[in-house]
Each structure stands twice: as C-alpha cells, then as structure tokens.
C-alpha cells in the first residue's frame, strides 16, 4: 500500500534487507524456514545461539516467547 511508505517504513525495511544478508542467525533461521532461533527444534544444541545466551541468560527467555 503506498501510504505506507512514509520514510520510517521504507528504512525498517532497508535494514531488515541489509540484516538478512549479511547475518549469520538469520540466513541460518531462513535456511531453516523458522521466524526467529526459538521455533529452533535445535535451540538447546545451537553454537551460535548458545554463546549469544551465555552471555545474556534472558534472550532464551524472549526467544521463546
């Protein structure tokens, strides 16, 4: 819809772009065909996931809400 193209709108999406090529969790979660690392079935076992939780304990929590 073109009204919803105001400024604000238009770089969310760049970004959201520019985030979905360059990273890694998220070219894993697409390859995967989830949303985000908590619709993960592989979570629990994850490197990558598992060093970003150890270092912040509440991103597993918010992943899986």
Excluded: Y
């Amino acid at each position: 819809h073109i009204a919803d193209l105001t400024v604000k709108n238009v770089m969310h999406i760049v970004r959201r772009l520019a985030m979905t090529r360059h990273c890694g969790i998220r070219q894993c979660a697409l390859k995967k065909e989830v949303t985000t690392c908590g619709e993960c079935s592989e979570l629990n076992h994850c490197k990558t996931a598992g060093a970003i939780i150890a270092n912040n304990p509440d991103v597993l929590h918010h992943l899986k809400e």
